[in-house]
């Protein structure tokens, strides 16, 4: 589909947006598009959490400075990567409960829905770097373990020591304790980033990157590399993004759930709360117990958020604006400083 000029309608929690897809008879078909996009509204990027503001406001110069759309999502999450004050992304994050930092993380493009991604990658300061790599100079979609790490390394990344003093320091605090599993709680635990993004031509991409559940059992691969689960990115609907406890995530395939959501006319937010809806329905836990949230963005430029609990915050940036947005939530239950990276 090619959009020309269409007005941007934003999404929001609280916004009933009009769909620019609809279902005819089992056939999906993309209606003509409910709004026009004036040309300064795009390239427009949403992103999970008030901290991927940073990034979706360097994803947009990327592109102004002339990058495509996978540079800048690339390097808009570099920034969200390189925060060492983020305990949930690149470096700086919680490690797992051996002491030692291991990153997820994934890149998706909608025009030739090309994926690739990275699991429990050690010493490396962009995963999402590598997620690309793996795109774009390989036949596969996922690299996990020392392999993906050799594989950067052979593609002439530098490592890194991801491990800051204080997370050592916290992480011997939880090992001589020896509780199970259970992060100490402070502002830093906020949590993965997901990042979408729609150009002016009305093509999707999406990123995702996260050092995943603190203290996690080393090995343990989470939502976010996922495709499917932590992002999904479809050229002809939407992408969707998820952050919180992955495992609830990963077993419903929760991001492709969002888009297809959409794919039967829901808008983003609705999507997103659509899903969670349906997860809740399947799941034994409780709705407030999930500790899921999405993103969403339609290919006509409508985003919107929903969260199982209280307290989910997105971010969004185009070149006239940015912005952090509350999410709809669906329980009362606050979400916590710690939000999905809790046991
Ligand atoms: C994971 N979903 O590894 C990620 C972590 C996260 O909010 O998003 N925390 O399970």
């Known amino acids: 589909m090619t959009i020309n000029r269409r007005r941007f309608i934003q999404g929001t929690a609280g916004i009933t947006a009009v769909s620019a897809f609809s279902a005819i008879g089992n056939k999906t078909t993309t209606a003509a598009p409910a709004a026009v996009i004036e040309k300064n509204d795009t390239p427009l990027f949403v992103a999970t959490w008030p901290f991927g503001k940073s990034s979706c406001e360097a994803a947009v110069k990327i592109v102004q400075n002339g990058g495509s759309m996978v540079d800048a999502i690339e390097q808009g999450i570099w920034v969200t990567e390189a925060d060492v004050k983020n305990a949930s992304v690149g470096i700086g994050g919680i490690p797992n409960a051996a002491g030692a930092v291991e990153l997820d993380a994934c890149i998706m493009t909608g025009p030739d829905h090309n994926a690739g991604s990275v699991g429990g990658l050690q010493d490396i300061l962009h995963p999402i770097s ?38 050592k320091q916290q992480w011997q605090t939880w090992k001589d304790k020896q509780t199970e599993k259970k992060p100490p709680i402070n502002e830093d635990h906020h949590d993965t980033i997901a990042m979408l993004g729609l150009d002016g031509q009305g093509n999707l991409f999406g990123g995702c990157s996260t050092s995943g559940w603190g203290y996690k059992i080393p090995g343990r691969i989470g939502d976010s590399p996922i495709i499917g689960s932590g992002l999904y990115v479809d050229n002809q609907v939407g992408a969707a993004g998820a952050t919180g406890l992955g495992e609830n995530v990963m077993r419903h395939c929760g991001s492709f759930l969002v888009v297809e959501m959409m ?44 969260g199982t609990s209280k307290g989910f915050r997105y971010s969004f940036a185009n070149p006239t604006e940015t912005k952090v947005i509350d999410a709809l939530p669906l329980s009362e239950k606050a979400i916590g400083p710690e939000g999905g990276n809790r046991k």
């Open 263 to 306: 794919r039967q006319g829901a808008s983003p937010t609705e999507a997103c709360e659509r899903a969670i809806r349906r997860i809740a329905e399947l799941d034994p836990k409780n709705l407030s117990n999930l500790d899921i949230n999405f993103i969403a963005l339609s290919k006509a430029g409508v985003y919107g958020a929903a």
């Open 130 to 167: 590598v997620a690309r790599m793996v795109m774009e100079k390989t036949p596969h979609v996922m690299l996990v373990g020392e392999g993906a790490k050799q594989f950067a390394i052979k593609h002439g990344v530098a490592t890194t020591e991801l491990l800051t003093d204080k997370q």
